[in-house]
Each structure stands twice: as C-alpha cells, then as structure tokens.
C-alpha cells in the first residue's frame, strides 16, 4: 500500500493558535494542512481557561496589554484580526459572543467546549487533517521542506509551524518541547518564567482572611524604585494572593527575580488615595466620632476580617476609640491601609500559570507573516513567541491574531491550491 501523500503544511500543536493558522490558512488557500498533537484529545488548554467559560478575546485590544517583545511588532500583528473580525470569526462558526462589563467575550453559551468543537469542526470541515496522540520529537530541515520525527513515524512538509505553546498548565500538553524544536532550529530564547501565575506569600498574615477579595492597587519597586502599578480585584487565599492584580503582577515580580533584581510588592487596599488623604480621613473622623471604635471604623474602609488582620498585625487594641488613637498607631494604620507589605517569596509555578512570559525572540519573526528569519519555512505562533498578555482574553486574541498572519503567510510561501 503507497505511502500517504506529504501535506504541504504541518501544524504542530492543536490549540488555539495551531487551529487558527490552520483554518484561515486553509481558507485562504492552502492546498492540503495536517495538524499533530502529541494529546489524544487536543484543546484541553481551551476547556479549562476562563473557568471553563473561555475568555475567547476583549472589547478593546492593544499593543499595550502586552508585555515581553516589542510593541510595534505586537501591534503589527494584532492588527491582522482585529477584535470586531474575531467576533466575526466565531459568529461564522456558530459561535456567538457576549460582551460582559468587564470588557471579556465569553461565548453566549458560557461553554469552553463550544469554542473548541467549533474550531474542530471548521478543521475538519476544511479537510485539514488532525493526528492526535502524535507528539513531534524533532523537526529538521531536510532539502526545501523539513522532516519531522514523531512518535508515529517520520512525516515530511514543505512549511511547519510551531504552535506547540508554552510551559503553562502542563498538565494540557505544554511542556516547553516546542521552545527546544524552535532553539534547535536557530531560533533564540528568551528566558521563561510563568506569567499570570498566583503568588505566594511567607508570612502568616493571609491565613485569617482566605476568601476575602478586594480591589486594590498593587506596586512593585524594583531596586527601591516603583516599575509597575497594577489595579484590580486580589484574592486573599491559604497561601497567599491570587484574583486579576495578583496574577497580572506575577510576571513582572518573576521576571525581576530572574534577573537578580530585588523586588517588593505593596497593596494600596485603597486605590486612588494617598497616605496623606486616608491620615486627613483618620484625623476627621476621630473629630467627628470619637467615641467609634477601632474595629468599627476600620471595618467601614476594607472587610472586616481583613480589618481585624490589620489591627493584630500593627498590635493595636480593636476597642481604642478614635478619640483616644496616637498620632503614631493612626500614621501606621494610614501605612497599612495605602502600603500595606506583601512578603512575596515565588508563584504557584506553571502548574498554575495561565500563560508563559518569554520565548521566541520578537525580532527573528516577520510581523507580517509569522515566518521566521533564521528558518525558511518555519512559523511560529501563539504562546511560544516572547510575548504575554494581561489577565482578560488577550492571551486568546494573540492566539487568533498570529494564527491569521501565519497563515496569509502560509500561502505565500507554499502557494494556493
């Protein structure tokens, strides 16, 4: 029996990028694409995100929500699927979004394994043909194509592209195999860390108020100077902090880390005011009600567990009326309440990442096209590149974006059917 033909294009890893640069580039033309997947059942990335719900993409997307690789490049793609043509996308797909008022699009359905069957289903539909249970070991030029050796067997393509993520949630499949495929090929590395990751904290302090959230506004000083301002919800937890400021931080607290740097985290557990506005609110308040309580007082600016927490942690008698408060125990609380320390010692590690800060170089890919500038006839997308987004779909629409380029870039190079 004759050996099966070689595709023209093999896309290695089936998430969300690999399915995108397969489907638009089999839209646009392509004529035969195989996508191999080292799991039996791809996508397990897409099911589990967004709580299940996936955070398919946001309202409004820029470069700025980004952070790793240069901006303008970040731009350029992002700029061939803009947000309006995603939705567009997944409406073709029988995927309609709904836009909620934190600005995430989530399908109307609330179901991740809708965007995941849809994406199959234009697959499949596109007569790009899907190999699961078939992980690549190595991908080696060999003449005008390349050759790939798998666990199946070796298979020959003219163009691959490399979607195989990064090292977050290995449990889904990414295992950082396709960063050493890409490094072997001549590609450059940024070094990684995990990004969106909760954070844990060494001291004691979070154990009494595990559950509590509230917004805040975070700091990070690095080498005694503030570098980053992150606002959002924080979640107390058993061990430490998590919700959307903590996991948005957690890059930037890691990525000093890796390079040495010393680095400190303060919570403003009252976004927008000053040490200077909450000592002004103390001093009034305990001229206009003095015979208030500690506890009380405290309890109306933030939780009352995490009120409680504070006064234990300054030493400070919930009982004292304002009235009788120092100058010094109302100048520490005005501390605590807009530089509150968080003894930051590491993250909960890819295990617990929702994405991967670093990869691939910016710089050694074509903005235009995903191509690589080091490897005729490689492409790569989605997570590997160095380059990650905040907390709220941007990760996904990175995810559609490189996929849509690399796929115009796709035919291009091979040509159309």
């Avoid at 559609?400 to 091979?414: D, K, M, P, Q, T």
Wanted: overall charge neutral; some cysteine.
């Amino acid at each position: 029996m004759p050996d099966a033909p070689s595709p023209d294009v093999i896309v290695v890893g089936a998430g969300a990028a690999g399915l995108a640069a397969a489907i638009f580039g089999r839209r646009l033309g392509l004529p035969s694409v195989q996508i191999v997947d080292g799991a039996a059942r791809p996508g397990a990335k897409i099911l589990v995100s967004g709580g299940s719900r996936c955070n398919v993409t946001n309202a409004v997307v820029t470069e700025r929500d980004y952070w790793g690789g240069r901006r303008t490049i970040i731009r350029r793609v992002l700029a061939r699927l803009p947000v309006d043509r995603t939705i567009s996308f997944f409406e073709e797909l029988g995927v309609p979004l709904k836009v909620e008022p934190t600005g995430k699009l989530f399908p109307q359905s609330d179901r991740s394994r809708d965007v995941l069957d849809a994406l199959l289903g234009a697959a499949r539909a596109l007569d790009v043909t899907l190999s699961p249970g078939t992980r690549v070991h190595d991908v080696v030029r060999d003449g005008g194509g390349f050759r790939l050796e798998t666990s199946r067997g070796p298979l020959r393509a003219r163009a691959v592209v490399l979607a195989t993520g990064g090292l977050s949630l290995p449990k889904t499949g990414s295992d950082g195999a396709g960063l050493h495929i890409a490094r072997a090929l001549g590609h450059t590395i940024v070094p990684t860390t995990p990004a969106l990751a909760p954070l844990v904290l060494h001291d004691s302090f979070h154990a009494s108020i595990s559950g509590v959230t509230l917004d805040v506004e975070l700091a990070l000083r690095i080498d005694g100077r503030i570098s980053e301002r992150i606002s959002g919800p924080l979640l107390w937890t058993h061990f430490g902090i998590s919700g959307p400021a903590a996991l948005d931080m957690s890059r930037h607290w890691l990525r000093a880390r890796l390079e040495h740097r010393e680095a400190y985290v303060t919570a403003n557990l009252m976004p927008g005011g000053s040490f200077e506005e909450v000592d002004v609110l103390w001093t009034t308040m305990a001229r206009t009600r003095p015979r208030l309580g500690l506890q009380n007082a405290l309890a109306e600016l933030v939780p009352g567990s995490l009120a409680s927490a504070l006064i234990d942690q300054l030493q400070l008698d919930a009982e004292t009326r304002l009235s009788d408060l120092t100058r010094d125990a109302r100048r520490a609380l005005g501390h605590a309440l807009t530089e509150l320390p968080l003894p930051v010692t590491d993250s909960r590690g890819y295990n617990f990442a929702e994405a991967t800060a670093g990869g691939v170089t910016l710089d050694e890919i074509d903005p235009s096209t995903m191509h690589s500038r080091v490897c005729p006839g490689l492409y790569l997308v989605g997570e590997m590149l160095d380059v990650d987004g905040r907390l709220g779909g941007f990760n996904f629409q990175w995810a559609w974006a490189s996929g849509r380029c690399a796929g115009e870039g796709l035919v291009s190079h091979v040509g159309a059917s």
